[in-house]
Nanobody, 123 residues
Framework: QVQLVESGGGSVQAGDSLRLSCAASGRTLSNYVVGWFRQAPGKEREFVSSISRGGSNTDYADSVQGRFIISRDNAKNTAALQMNRLKPEDTAVYYC????????????????WGQGTQVTVSS
């Protein structure tokens, strides 16, 4: 089993940037697709971005395309989400997740989850 721990959340102003990190332990992260999801109060968890096991393929939700960048460093067993030009609607708890084999946007297809990190963007 792989264990995931997110870090890097915080409170920022609209237009600012944040970089979230996801550290894996227990298993090598290169065996897994990594996804980022977020959940705002009163809303369902939604897909943000994913990256293939080797890092060559990425996918983004329309709402973050062009502002967020997902990356991974398999040698360090980590993944990251660089969030630029943040908006108040980006406010949510952000989760790192992992699944085997193929990329996807469905949260229930991800078997491993971190505890989440809060991102708050004020206008």
């Amino acid at each position: 089993q792989v264990q995931l721990v997110e870090s890097g959340g915080g409170s920022v102003q609209a237009g600012d940037s944040l970089r979230l990190s996801c550290a894996a332990s227990g298993r090598t992260l290169s065996n897994y697709v990594v996804g980022w999801f977020r959940q705002a109060p009163g809303k369902e968890r939604e897909f943000v971005s994913s990256i293939s096991r080797g890092g060559s393929n990425t996918d983004y939700a329309d709402s973050v395309q062009g502002r967020f960048i997902i990356s991974r460093d398999n040698a360090k067993n980590t993944a990251a989400l660089q969030m630029n030009r943040l908006k108040p609607e980006d406010t949510a708890v952000y989760y790192c997740a992992a699944r085997t084999v193929i990329m996807g946007r469905t949260s229930t297809d991800y078997n491993h989850w971190g505890q989440g990190t809060q991102v708050t963007v004020s206008s």
